[in-house]
């Protein structure tokens, strides 16, 4: 691989992920072949991730939204000439215009304020294995909210250096939407040892399933998902040990934690 390889290949990431579809990658084989070895050297998945090429174009659907209400200011000078009217047209328009909520704001209201407990449990230091977590699980709303467990199916070639790893989980989190951290919370942690390390973590969701935001993620898709009970008295822990975690300090599961970050 040579630097006009990353100079040429990296500006097109986009492009494979979103409108060079199968078809179009059929008619030039050569060029697909290039860019499916590219993807896969070990440096390259290190920083860009495990990048998946669609298989049919994505439709721009938010921008067929505002096509379809573009002729409406059009429209709007001749109902000023007709006669006064009852205002129901005008109340139609008014319904039609998009709230602009995220869906998890219509959710039915719950008890457990998100923002509430993330600052209090940031800032209790060596007291969230103990007052933290208490007050979690006194004030945990299963109905408002839900709780997963993830871990990173690896390729092969990955976990085997902490530097790559590293870069793996940080380059995940990296890509996560700021507007995000409103519904969610989790800590991700790398555990093992060289050459067998792997990435694992537990997600706090609003609502009762994954939300949108984290599925359309472009690499969420390489982890496995399971579901978290706080009566279970394992998956109790299992949160506890996670959210608690301690670089170079903590286990889980009887493997080293090496390093560990929060979104929150």
């Known amino acids: 691989m040579t630097v006009a390889d990353i100079y040429v290949a990296v500006p097109l990431v986009q492009l494979f ?3 060079l579809d199968n078809g179009f990658r059929k008619a030039v084989p050569n060029f697909s072949s290039w860019i499916e070895a590219f993807l896969k050297v070990p440096e390259v998945v290190a920083r860009l991730g495990n990048v998946k090429l669609c298989s049919k174009v994505i439709k721009p659907t938010l921008n067929e939204k505002k096509k379809e209400e573009a002729p409406k200011p059009v429209a709007a000078p001749k109902k000023a000439e007709k006669p006064a009217t009852t205002g ?20 039915p ?13 940031v800032n209790l230091g060596d007291k969230k294995a103990t007052d933290g977590m208490t007050n979690f699980f006194e004030n945990y709303d299963p109905e408002g909210y839900s709780l997963w467990y993830t871990r990173y199916e ?26 995000f951290r409103n519904y969610s919370f989790s800590l991700l942690a790398i555990l093992g040892e060289e050459p067998s ?27 496995t998902k399971r579901e978290l009970d706080v009566k279970k008295e394992e998956d109790r822990k299992l949160i506890s040990d996670f959210w608690c975690a301690k670089a170079e300090v903590s286990t889980i599961n009887g493997l080293k934690v090496q390093e560990c970050k929060m979104f929150k």
């Open 197 to 223: 390390l792997d990435i694992e973590g537990v997600w706090l969701f609003r609502g009762k399933t994954i939300p949108q935001e984290m599925l359309d993620h472009p690499q969420f898709e390489y982890y």
């Open 154 to 179: 690896k390729y092969d070639g990955e976990g085997v250096l902490l530097y790559q790893t590293s870069n793996l989980m940080n380059g995940f989190l990296q890509r996560m939407d700021d507007k």
């Open 17 to 19: 992920q979103t409108t």
């Open 88 to 107: 129901e047209d005008d109340d139609d328009e008014v319904e039609k215009k998009p709230s602009g909520k995220n869906p998890l704001d219509l959710l």
């Open 109 to 121: 209201p719950t008890k457990f304020i998100l923002p509430e407990f993330k600052t209090f449990f």
